[in-house]
């Protein structure tokens, strides 16, 4: 089984402020690796992921996360917010399968001008 | 394409009364998933079709909860009664091969139990 945690439940920062929201996982196999957003009143939206390959993953939105598999961490990184930017990020595992995926908490994000 | 349709996006139901919410995947998507977030718990998988096919009922909570996806376009998740502790988003997923691509969500639906 695999599990998820985001140590922050918010994080505030300022407009064009670098920000960093941390995701750690468990697990006994290898892994598949998400990042999700929620803006207020919708859905998930993928913002990247991890299969395999190159550990720096870059997704929508300028947006950036590392995979350490040694540190079992997926942090996701932006190096200048904007105000749109605030929103709710899941952080995502997967079984081997990659049928079964498991979130974590979420951060909320909020970006102050 | 119009992505993930769920309907409706708000319900309001008195306890003991049946829910039933709507599902509609992108077409073309072999896999469907329903999630139910609250604040306690975060985000849950309740159930996991491929094919039409459940592959996965354990997150469901109880036999108050089922789920049918009859064809490929379409899924329903009833709860008969609801109970207020039922309160929650629940969210629809689709995918094309599962989870290792992508899974694309819906708005959700917001359900309120009083």
């Known amino acids: 089984a695999q599990s998820v945690t985001q140590l922050d439940s918010q994080v505030p920062v300022f407009e064009e402020a670098p920000v960093e929201l941390r995701c750690n996982y468990s697990?006994?196999?290898?892994?598949?690796l998400f990042w999700y957003v929620q803006y207020p009143n919708q859905g998930l939206q993928l913002l990247l992921k991890?299969?395999?390959?190159?550990?720096l993953v870059k997704g929508i939105n300028g947006f950036e996360a590392e995979f350490n598999k040694s540190q079992t961490s997926f942090h996701l990184r932006k190096p200048s917010v904007h105000i749109s930017d605030t929103a709710e990020y899941f952080c995502?595992?997967?079984?081997?399968?990659?049928?079964?995926?498991?979130f974590g908490g979420g951060t909320r994000l909020m970006v102050k001008p | 394409d119009a992505g993930v349709i769920q309907s409706p996006r708000h319900e309001v139901t008195e306890m003991g009364q049946e829910v039933t919410l709507r599902c509609k995947p992108i077409?073309?998507?072999?896999?469907l998933f329903w999630y139910r977030q609250t604040m306690m718990r975060g985000l849950e998988l309740l159930i996991y079709?491929?094919?039409?096919?459940?592959?996965?009922d354990s997150g469901m909570p109880e036999d108050r909860f089922s789920a049918k996806m009859p064809n490929a376009s379409f899924s329903t998740l009833k709860i008969q009664p609801s109970e207020p502790r039922d309160s929650a988003v629940y969210f629809c997923?689709?995918?094309?091969?599962?989870?290792?691509?992508?899974?694309?969500f819906g708005q959700g639906t917001r359900l309120t139990v009083v």
């Open positions: 997923a689709s995918s094309p091969q599962g989870i290792l691509t992508e899974a694309f």
């Open positions: 697990s006994s196999v290898s892994v598949y």
């Open positions: 991890y299969l395999s390959g190159s550990t």
């Open positions: 995502a595992v997967s079984n081997n399968a990659g049928n079964m995926l498991t």
């Open positions: 077409s073309g998507h072999n896999s």
């Open positions: 079709f491929n094919n039409n096919v459940p592959i996965d």
